[in-house]
Each structure stands twice: as structure tokens, then as C-alpha cells.
């Protein structure tokens, strides 16, 4: 693909990136479910859009999904439609906090870390600890790791479990494990 890319002078990675990027979940996806955008205000007066995918059969569990696309890129098309087959397949809650991009302004990590730990913290005094759990993939896991550290360090409780899908968990990449 990059040979393709440098041939013909066009980032076809870009390009392809850009189709399959949105920052709305497909309407296809949807089938079967309450999906709902909500807003979610940060304590420096920002505000994230927050995406709700209610299943039919609740559980009252809830999973706060941080997507991947490394810091710079929205949700793809693939993320929006696992959200909502977890929700369909499980029962949960799936609830996808649009977090600002590290292209922004917004986006910077002293902002988007407390901002991330202060909307688990939310999450978890609604929905009790025992019922939050996190899901995040590929720069996700980073995001979730230093929120819930965030959690840890104030001494509030942090989500029941969590997935992290991720090759560099540890960025330092210094972890021998």
C-alpha cells in the first residue's frame, strides 16, 4: 500500500482512514437498539459528546468504550458496530465518551486524562463500581490506563474490570513481559 501510495503521490492509508472514520455511529449499526447522544461536561467548562447504546434487555451493567484511532483519528465504522454488538450480545450499556484529538487544542493529554478520569469517576457513582467496566483498543488502553491511575491516586474507585486491546500498553516499551 505505501508503494501504491508513493507511485501515484496520494495517502491511500489517509484516504481510506477518512471513509471509514465518523464521529456518529452508522445508522446500520442501530438495528435493535436505544442509541442515544448525550453531552458530558468536563470541569474546565468543555463539553464531550458521549454516545449511549441502551440494549433491549438491560443488564445494569455498563461498559465505557475508549476508542482507538491513535489519538488522532475518530471511531471507525468497525468500532461503532462492535459497541453495538456488545451491547446486543451482552446486555450492557456500551457508552463511547468522544474525547477531544490530540489534533486539537483540546486534545492534549493534562487535559484529556483528568477529563477521562473525571467522566469514569461520573460513571461509576451512577452505575456503582461493580457495574462499570472499560473496553478500549489500539491508543484506547493508554487513555483508560492513566484515567483510572488518575482514579487510583485520589483515592476513588475505579471500574470492576477492564479490556485493553492494545500492542503498546506500557509506551515506554521498557516492560519485559
Known amino acids: 500500500m505505501r508503494g501504491i501510495s508513493s507511485f501515484i503521490g496520494v495517502d491511500v492509508y489517509g484516504l481510506i482512514g477518512k471513509v471509514l472514520e465518523n464521529d456518529d455511529p452508522p445508522w446500520f449499526g442501530k438495528s435493535g437498539l436505544d442509541v442515544r447522544r448525550t453531552d458530558f461536561e468536563v470541569a474546565d467548562g468543555t463539553t464531550w459528546d458521549v454516545w449511549e447504546f441502551h440494549p433491549p434487555n438491560p443488564t445494569g451493567k ?36 468522544m474525547y477531544p484529538l490530540a489534533k486539537t487544542e483540546a486534545g492534549t493529554a493534562v487535559k484529556v486524562v483528568p477529563a477521562m478520569a473525571q467522566f469514569l469517576s461520573e460513571q461509576i457513582t451512577a452505575h456503582g463500581a461493580e457495574n462499570v467496566s472499560i473496553y478500549a483498543d489500539s491508543a484506547g488502553p493508554s487513555l ?34
Open 144 to 177: 483508560a490506563m492513566a484515567a483510572v491511575r488518575e482514579l487510583i491516586l485520589a483515592g476513588k474507585p475505579v471500574p470492576a474490570s477492564m479490556v485493553l486491546l492494545s500492542f503498546t500498553p506500557d509506551a515506554s516499551l521498557s516492560n519485559p513481559a
Open 62 to 97: 455498563t461498559v465505557v468504550a475508549v476508542h482507538g484511532g491513535g489519538f488522532i483519528v475518530e471511531p471507525l465504522v468497525t468500532h461503532w458496530l462492535a459497541y453495538a454488538n456488545m451491547a446486543r450480545d451482552t446486555g450492557a450499556t456500551v457508552i463511547v465518551p
